[in-house]
T-cell receptor
């Protein structure tokens, strides 16, 4: 079945540092890949997505490239801010046992940015 | 503003009691979902519904029940049969053509005393 493996946290960085959160996946076919973010006390929000190999998703200074050869979708940001402190989830879309599309989430990576 | 409203935000329950978590959306989305979030385990799908009066079990449906009588509403009942109900529950919705873009509510935290 489909699975997503994320870099274990927590991750603590200083403001303006470079961020990488690793994500690799196992899937059949050609899934779409996503990063969701969860700020403290809130639900998840879609951060970015990529629907085919070599696509780059980007939003709010974050980027991730769909690498089919390495089955990866690593999240990067060049200069993090305190407001980026949150939990980040990698996810992929695939087909459920009922033939419907469903999302499979990674376990999440907690990021804390120190001023 | 369009969105998903979950209530209550916090709920305490005694063992052996059923509780119902509310989820309402005004996004006119066809599909709705319930996820459970536990520390270190990410999100796991409990139930989902693609259209009114139809729903399917997800990966961890045992001990839970749902209904979808209206497009806007997808309540989740945590029954006494659920062995470890203490968790954070998230409701989500998406357009009928599932693109992976889910819109989430703010969640309900259930604690069993």
């Amino acid at each position: 079945g489909n699975s997503v493996t994320q870099m274990e946290g927590p991750v603590t960085l200083s403001e303006e540092a470079f961020l990488t959160i690793n994500c690799t996946y196992t899937a059949t076919g050609y899934p779409s890949l996503f990063w969701y973010v969860q700020y403290p006390g809130e639900g998840l929000q879609l951060l970015l997505k990529a629907t085919k190999a070599d696509d780059k998703g980007s939003n709010k200074g974050f980027e991730a490239t769909y690498r089919k050869e390495t089955t990866s979708f690593h999240l990067e940001k060049g200069s993090v801010q305190v407001s980026d402190s949150a939990v980040y989830f990698c996810a992929l879309s695939g087909v459920s046992n009922f033939g419907n599309e469903k999302l499979t989430f990674g376990t999440g990576t907690r990021l804390t940015i120190i001023p | 503003d369009g969105g998903i409203t979950q209530s209550p935000k916090y709920l305490f329950r005694k063992e052996g009691q059923n509780v119902t978590l509310s989820c309402e959306q005004n996004l006119n989305h066809d599909a709705m979902y319930w996820y459970r979030q536990d520390p270190g385990q990410g999100l796991r799908l409990i139930y989902y519904s693609q259209i009114v009066n139809d729903f399917q079990k997800g990966d961890i449906a045992e001990g839970y029940s749902v209904s979808r009588e209206k497009k806007e509403s997808f309540p989740l009942t945590v029954t006494s049969a659920q062995k470890n109900p203490t968790a954070f529950y998230l409701c989500a919705s998406s357009r009928g053509q599932y693109t992976g873009e889910l819109f989430f509510g703010e969640g309900s935290r259930l604690t069993v005393l």
